[in-house]
């Protein structure tokens, strides 16, 4: 588990995306951080402040600043900062084992608990985040017929 003391986290949250995923991550493992928020524009993207972090305008994204990196890491798209996260500050509680002993690399050989993680940590992503988006969408369509 990595030492978090010299370690810099920054959450760059747009609103209306799935930044909130990483909050409660974060306050989970007890990893101190630093939240900068963004407002969409009014056609609902990014503004040009957080493209100047991620020339996307994604969000949420994720800088890591340790002493043993000379460059920031960026990380964008939720499931794989929940996945770094996980991985590098979670200890063993959060990421099922992968393997069953003894079968270690091997095609199969994974560990039934590490399967469902795998299933659901990209459930949300695939399936779930699209209907997110469409609401999203929706709703500012019916801000702007309201008006």
Same mark, same amino acid.
């Given at each position: 588990?990595? @030492?978090?003391?010299?370690?810099?986290?920054?959450?760059?949250?747009?609103? #209306?995306?799935?930044?909130?995923?990483?909050?409660?991550?974060?306050?989970?493992? #007890?990893?101190?951080?630093?939240?900068? +928020?963004?407002?969409?524009?009014? @056609?609902? $993207?990014?503004?040009?402040?957080?493209? #100047?972090?991620?020339?996307?305008? #994604?969000?949420?994204?994720?800088?890591? +600043? *340790?002493?043993?990196?000379?460059?920031?890491?960026?990380?964008?798209?939720?499931?794989?900062?929940?996945?770094?996260?996980? *991985?590098?500050?979670?200890?063993?509680? =959060?990421?099922?084992?992968?393997?069953?002993?003894?079968?270690?690399?091997? &095609?199969?050989?994974? +560990?039934?608990?590490?399967?469902?993680?795998?299933?659901?940590?990209?459930?949300?992503?695939?399936?779930?985040?699209?209907?997110? &988006?469409?609401?999203?969408?929706?709703?500012?369509?019916? $801000?702007? =017929?309201?008006?």
């Amino acid at each position: 588990m990595t @030492d978090t003391h010299d370690t810099k986290i920054t959450l760059y949250w747009l609103e #209306k995306s799935p930044a909130q995923r990483i909050v409660w991550l974060l306050e989970e493992l #007890k990893v101190p951080y630093e939240i900068k +928020t963004f407002k969409r524009k009014a @056609d609902m $993207t990014a503004p040009d402040e957080l493209k #100047k972090i991620h020339p996307l305008g #994604k969000s949420p994204v994720v800088t890591i +600043t *340790t002493p043993n990196c000379p460059e920031p890491l960026i990380l964008a798209e939720s499931a794989v900062i929940i996945e770094y996260l996980c *991985t590098h500050f979670g200890g063993e509680k =959060l990421i099922p084992q992968r393997y069953a002993e003894g079968k270690e690399g091997q &095609v199969g050989g994974e +560990t039934e608990a590490w399967m469902r993680y795998q299933y659901f940590m990209h459930y949300t992503e695939g399936s779930l985040t699209p209907f997110l &988006v469409m609401n999203v969408v929706m709703d500012g369509s019916f $801000t702007e =017929l309201s008006s």
